[in-house]
């Protein structure tokens, strides 16, 4: 096929021999099989700002480190510089999620290298050697549907734990290979800590695996994963081990509105005290 503009310089270079075929047009970015040497790997081209479809930049982005004071000044400035920083920016986040989250043995893609907005890496294949399957081209039975949820689960507790919300998971962004699945798709990933949508971003993706997987095991539907772990995570007491069970109580206290009562009519006596003492000053 002939050569996308964006990939022409790594062949030119030689990092790449071939390009085989386009596997998918995303909505951050095109995805395509390339030929390095003997081994086929993925090639992902980020597509520019101005061509994504995907929305909320700047709630991903939120919490994201600038090494370089002077790129961060002028990604605030919106300058053009400082835009083409920004876009940087939003591409290697991905890059440094999946080595990030390859390091903490997490089920992902292997990355190899990034330049000019295209990320090569591991072709994530099945038991045949074809491409893997997206969930979302896939009918599991209920106990595939089961064992692949909990493998699931504890991946998504090894990115929690390592810092990472992965954003935007759904069936769609996760891949079947001949192990199970593999999670893909990670330039919108935030920092669990430092993003103030990362809890309900973290219950989104959460809740959008179970459903997927609760089509072919409805009783998975049951489960509350999702706040259970977010609260282990916040206390400080998850690890990639720690032992789950799917159940989240919330914690309800009964209110004693006598004593709410007593406390405000307290305050208001302390404030209208203040004011008594304030104007008798005042006629001094």
């Known amino acids: 096929m002939k050569i ?15 390009v085989l075929q386009r596997l998918k047009s995303g909505k951050e970015a095109d995805v395509y099989t390339v030929l390095c040497g003997d081994k086929i790997q993925c090639a992902k081209v980020y597509k520019e700002a101005t061509q994504r479809s995907f929305k909320q930049a700047v709630q991903y982005q939120e919490g994201r480190k600038v090494r370089n004071s002077r790129n961060a000044r002028a990604m605030q400035k919106g300058s ?16 440094e999620a999946l080595f990030r989250l390859a390091k903490a043995g997490v089920r ?21 050697g074809a491409v893997a399957p997206r969930l979302s081209d896939v009918t599991l039975s209920e106990a595939d549907a089961v064992a692949d949820f909990h493998t699931m689960i504890r991946n998504i507790v090894r990115m929690l734990c ?5 954003g935007d998971l759904s069936e769609f962004n996760v891949l079947l290979d001949a192990e199970g699945p593999v999670i893909i798709d990670l330039p919108q990933a935030v920092d669990a800590a430092a993003n103030n949508h990362a809890e309900s ?16 095991a409805p009783q998975l539907l049951q489960t509350r994963y999702a706040k259970e772990i977010w609260l282990l995570y916040e206390e400080g007491k998850l690890t990639p081990e720690t032992v789950l069970t799917g159940m989240f109580v919330e914690e309800l206290h009964d209110v004693d509105m006598g ?7 307290a305050a208001e006596d302390e ?7 304030a104007k008798e000053r005042d006629e001094e």
């Open 4 to 18: 996308p503009n964006r990939i022409q310089p790594l062949v030119d270079d030689g990092l790449i021999d071939n």
């Open 80 to 95: 053009k510089f400082g835009r083409k920083q920004q876009e940087e920016e939003w591409q290697t986040a991905e890059v």
């Open 108 to 128: 992902v893609p292997e990355p190899y290298l990034c330049i000019d907005g295209v990320l090569l890496m591991e072709l994530v294949t099945d038991a045949e």
């Open 162 to 166: 390592a810092g990472i919300v992965h």
């Open 201 to 216: 971003m973290f219950e989104r993706d959460v809740n959008n695996i179970t459903a997927y997987y609760g089509q072919f």
């Open 259 to 265: 004593s709410l009562l007593d406390e405000i009519i």
């Open 271 to 277: 404030h209208y005290e203040r004011q008594r003492a």
